[in-house]
């Protein structure tokens, strides 16, 4: 019976960890634009894809630089990460290592999402941003992630680039701006996602 007990406490905790992750990430709570750390954004949504990325074999490291805060709508980075690390995932089905890079530039952030997996092949190199466009099976791929993606990083006044090695591997560079352009940003300093204050 104490042993049940342990292991139902051990189960909750668990959940009630599951449960804050998925707030963190959905952002449930907000909505809008607001000063965070984009490191904290990467840690959130490598918990959600963490399952996965086990069963898959695939390794994934965080190579985090401590960076200063910008001002964005966290729900909508949020997006464009786990876009970004689904397709990851999905380029090495056989195992691999995924690499999530920041660092501090010029005005803003970079954010790297770096894949061992099978490449993009040249010709198709374009496309890869347009709307509907997958290589995927019809019931896995919408081929809507990238241009989804896209409009969101844009609508931050940044760029979204991609280079490709086919057989080798991915690497796709999100640049935010501290700020997007016109964008108040707030007076509080970067906080925890949890914590975070609405402007
Ligand atoms: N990391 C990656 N490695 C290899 N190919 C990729 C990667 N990311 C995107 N692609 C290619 O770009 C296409 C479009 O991606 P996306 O817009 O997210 O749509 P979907 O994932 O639904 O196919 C994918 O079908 C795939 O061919
Ligand atoms: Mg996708």
Do not use: W
């Not at 890869?128 to 006044?157: A, Q």
């Amino acid at each position: 019976m104490e042993g049940l007990i342990d292991r139902s406490g051990e189960g909750l905790k668990r959940i009630q960890g599951i449960v804050k992750d998925l707030r963190d990430f959905a952002r449930l709570d907000s909505g809008g634009l607001c000063e965070i750390d984009p490191n904290d954004c990467l840690r959130s949504t490598v918990n959600i894809i963490a399952g996965r990325a086990e069963q898959q074999g695939v390794e994934v490291a965080l190579d985090l630089a401590p960076l200063p805060p910008i001002t964005c709508d966290p729900g909508k980075v949020n997006q464009v990460l786990l876009n970004l690390l689904t397709n990851a995932l999905d380029a090495c089905p056989d195992g691999g290592k995924i690499t999530l890079r920041t660092r501090a530039v010029a005005g803003g952030v970079e954010i790297h999402v770096i894949d061992t997996g099978h490449g993009i092949d040249p010709a198709i190199r374009d496309k890869v941003f347009d709307p509907f466009f997958t290589t995927k099976p019809v019931g896995k791929g919408t081929g809507l992630g990238l241009s989804i993606s896209y409009g969101i990083v844009r609508e931050h006044g940044g760029e979204i680039a991609v280079e490709s090695v086919p057989g080798q591997g991915t690497r796709f560079t999100v640049s935010l701006p501290s700020a997007p352009r016109g964008a108040v940003p707030p007076p509080n300093r970067a906080i925890p996602m949890s914590k975070y204050k609405r402007t």
